[in-house]
């Protein structure tokens, strides 16, 4: 009998060794004195730590809801279709009456049929416009002997090529250019007097090879040039770019020339922008597509030296990337956002818990401390 009971004694006490040993696992045990109690510092840490929540939670809502910009590389195989060229252009020391639009590339073929739509604004010395042409079909077939430009084009392979390609010699002229060649020179002296300008703008579609487009005066003829201006150093080339594209504008696109202002004194010489075009596909979040192209840039400029036998000019020397670029809008998954969000919540719980009960601590040290003095 005895026996029995010291053997259910001992079974009772594993039994209690075993309970007490299990009860070390409970993840949830009753809360301490300092969370039963509501003191003033447990407000103030509670207030602060609802506030960096809220300010966490309104952060991870605007980080989920941002769209993020994907970028991925290949090969360009764009076949069959034109190259869209934006231009929106001032120059304020060249009146309109002068000013050409000229484009060639290395086809060596005419560019004609183009969908092109240019207009030329009159601007008087303030800036506000005189007056405006529009020019239709700009990049006609051939041209007329005896031009500026002619004598130009000899030398534009060593000028222009760089040793990489040979542009046809075929190119465009301003429609105008054919009329009376006094009635032109004294119009064209009369603007100069007045100090008017001129503002280009419009849209050129050439085909997708390399080439370049320039503005210039080289549709006059030489004689009505040499009338005209003295030297060629009075061909004042002075331009700001306002907008030069080479099709649709995305968010965040970056035209480098863009603003881009370049102003001569008492010199004069030929401008050249050497353009790498990057073909480029931006995919919307709604899976809209849009076609259209970057390009960076690099600028020389050549001054006008006494023997020199070219006019003054703005080039715009291009070529086309064979890596093309595709940008997709995308947005962080949900599943992100709940997995960021609670452990950026459950942090700061966490931390303001720790932080509550160091301040009751350090409280009730005090108390005790002064409660021992006082006796």
């Not at 594993?14 to 696992?25: D, I, Y």
């Not at 560019?111 to 079909?137: A, C, F, P, Q």
């Not at 599943?335 to 509550?356: K, N, P, Q, S, Y």
Request: net charge negative; charged share 20%; with cysteine.
């Amino acid at each position: 009998m005895v026996l029995l009971i010291c053997l259910r004694a001992f079974a009772g006490v594993n039994m209690g060794l075993r309970f007490q040993v299990l009860k070390n696992f409970d993840a949830f045990p009753h809360a301490e004195d300092h969370l039963t109690q509501k003191t003033s510092s447990g407000a103030i840490v509670s207030l602060v730590g609802l506030l960096i929540m809220l300010t966490l939670f309104v952060h991870e809502l605007q980080f989920y809801l941002t769209t993020v910009r994907i970028h991925e590389m290949a090969v360009d195989h764009t076949q069959g279709e034109t190259l869209p060229i934006h231009i929106n252009m001032t120059f304020p020391g060249l009146p309109c009456q002068i000013l050409s639009v000229d484009a060639m590339d290395v086809s060596g073929k005419h560019e004609v049929d183009l969908d092109t739509n240019i207009w030329k604004l009159r601007l008087h010395k303030d800036g506000y416009i005189l007056g405006s042409e529009y020019v239709s079909d700009l990049v006609e077939r051939g041209h007329n002997k005896g031009h500026a430009s002619d004598q130009h084009h000899k030398e534009e392979d060593e000028t222009h090529n760089d040793g990489e390609h040979h542009h046809s010699h075929v190119h465009s002229h301003f429609h105008t250019f054919n009329k009376d060649p006094e009635k032109t020179v004294k119009e064209v002296k009369e603007a100069l007097r007045n100090h008017e300008g001129c503002r280009v703008f419009g849209v050129l579609d050439v085909e997708r090879v390399a080439g370049n487009f320039h503005v210039s005066i080289h549709g006059l003829s030489i004689i009505v040039a040499q009338q005209i201006f003295e030297s060629m150093k009075q061909v004042n080339v002075s331009h700001i770019i306002h907008d030069l594209s080479f099709g649709p504008k995305y968010p965040g696109i970056h035209n480098p020339l863009d603003g881009t202002e370049r102003f001569l004194h008492d010199e004069s010489g030929t401008f050249k922008y050497y353009l790498k075009i990057v073909p480029t596909e931006y995919k919307y979040l709604k899976g809209e597509a849009m076609k259209t192209n970057q390009f960076s840039v690099t600028e020389y400029f050549t001054p006008l030296k006494g023997h020199e036998h070219n006019w003054p000019a703005v080039y715009f020397v291009y070529d086309l990337s064979p890596i093309s670029v595709t940008i997709k809008e995308e947005r962080r998954s949900f599943t992100h956002f709940i997995t960021r969000l609670c452990a950026v919540l459950g942090g700061t719980f966490a931390l303001t818990g720790l932080l509550d009960r160091s301040m009751y601590q350090i409280i009730e040290f005090l108390s005790k401390s002064s409660k021992g003095l006082v006796r």
